[in-house]
């Protein structure tokens, strides 16, 4: 699956790795940060945080505008030096008035400024990789691989957020409590969670140490087309015709797409919620795994050298990765036998596994897809997404049965009903992670194939302002939170996907046809 790729794709993917690790954990923390800082309510935590969800999808159109004319690689270096202000104003411990606030949004808008400046033109350069013929037909799996290295920063920023909180909390004679609303208790809290960005601007520096340190092998991707042409560097001409196909083409796809996000991203909100409010946090037997990050990275490695045992074109090759397969497993086993036998977990913990299994999904899917295409019948970019739409559905399916018999959360209050097993989120995540591999990168890599060559940017910047759309849409079942029961809230993500696949599929034969 690595072999044949070229190196400025693992650059760069390296250096979105390290700002990703950021932007999860904030995404980890954000809305339990608002909770215990201000003591708002899921309601107007959710708001905020959709909000900034938004912000940050939606400024990478800005971003793509900018990059067309002035290049993509500036932007980029721009972006990560606005996000580390962001996340440096995040970390200060301004208390719980006025003046934290304007802090925190002022924070939240430097970190939508500069990820809307890095994240889309990061992937056009990535994209611009392979416009050369040689790579071409190497573009989706590139963007799998380039996906999957996103998500391992991501896998990591959970497990560093709760570390952090649980040392931060012992030091002041504390320890994480869901339930507790002690004033002095949720000041440590809020400050713990401060720390937390103050790590995300250590990984932002690792990341632009990575970039400029390999920029050699990515320094030809970074060309504008007006850039191509007074260069008399080969530029795809189009047709008018042809640019507006594409065009309509991916304004549709960028109006299914909005439906996901609205869905997906609850992760933060109310799948977070879920678990502050009805999922047993005390984790004991064979499930106590799923929550030591270390145990999840060593069994992610083994798939890829498992895989490396099938596909290695030597017998030393094989043997070898047999071995390291065997070595990761007994690591993994092994850090599982010195957990504690309960482990205590935090509603933050759970995102952890949506990485882990994109990071260890990936080479499967790749290899499904592979083989299909072997045989030509592997599904076009937006037949996989809409798939992934009816897989998504299937997530909120899980989740809804999993709320039978609970009590609304308008009835419970400000209090707890934590008898849920971890399964039933986990298992969420990863039928929704399937709908993510399905829909997330394809569609990326859809985006740079189709996008005519001048408006690559704005493009990327629309996929993204779609994302966007879709992530302040994602409040909608955090303000219903309080006011309709659970499984009504579910059932509402539920219509939306299953519309969205039906109304993909409906437009799939123009939407293909346009971009061939």
Known sequence: ????????????????????FGYYTMLAILALLMQARFGWDEAAAGQVYAIFLAGVYF??????????????????????????????????????????????????????????????????????LYDSPEYSAKRDSAFSLFYMAIN???????????????????????????????????????NA?????????????????????????FKHADVT???????????????????????????????????????????????????????????????????NIWSLALIAASVYTIFGAFQSETAKGKAICAGVSAALWAGAIALFAFMPNPVNAQPSDFQQFNPFFVVALTPISMAIFAALAKKGKEPSAPKKIALGMLVAALGFVIITFASFGLTSPMDLGTGTQSILSPGWLIST??????????????????????????????????????????????????????????????????????TAAVIMFALMKKIEAATK
């Open 1 to 20: 699956m690595f072999k044949g790729q070229p190196k400025g794709l693992y650059a760069l993917a390296l250096a979105n790795t390290g700002e990703r």
């Open 59 to 128: 400024m990478p159109l800005v971003g793509g505008m900018v990059a067309d004319k002035i290049g993509y690689g500036r932007c980029v270096t721009v972006g990560i030096a606005v996000m580390f202000l962001g996340y440096l104003a995040l970390a200060l411990p301004a208390g719980n008035g006025t003046a934290a606030k304007l802090v925190m949004f002022g924070g939240l808008a430097l970190v939508a400024l500069g990820t809307g400046l890095f994240k889309g033109n990061l992937q056009v350069l990535v994209g611009n």
């Open 152 to 190: 391992i920063g991501a896998m990591f920023a959970p497990a560093m957020a709760k570390k952090v909180t649980e040392v931060t909390l012992a030091k002041q004679g504390f320890v994480y409590d869901a339930a507790c609303q002690d004033p002095a208790y949720l000041e440590a809290l809020s």
């Open 193 to 217: 969670y401060g720390l937390c960005f103050a790590v995300a601007c250590v990984s932002l520096i690792l990341s632009v140490a990575i970039y400029f340190a390999c920029r050699n092998w």
């Open 225 to 291: 087309a007006k850039q191509a042409k007074a260069s008399a560097a080969p530029v795809e001409e189009l047709t008018p015709k042809q640019t507006k196909d594409r065009l309509v083409a991916l304004f549709l796809v960028f109006a299914v797409v909005i439906f996901f996000w609205m869905a997906f991203h609850q992760n933060g909100s109310a799948l977070t919620f879920f678990a502050k409010k009805y999922t047993n946090l005390t984790v004991s037997g064979p499930m106590r795994i799923g929550f």
């Open 429 to 498: 995540y990863l039928t929704l992670t399937f709908a993510e591999l399905l829909l997330s990168p394809m569609g990326i890599s859809f985006v740079s194939k189709v996008a005519p060559p001048k408006y690559k940017g704005v493009m990327m910047g629309c996929w993204f302002a779609a994302t966007a759309i879709g992530n302040y849409l994602s409040s909608i079942p955090s303000m219903l939170w309080n006011k309709i029961p659970l499984m009504a809230n579910w059932a509402i993500l539920i219509a939306l996907c299953l």
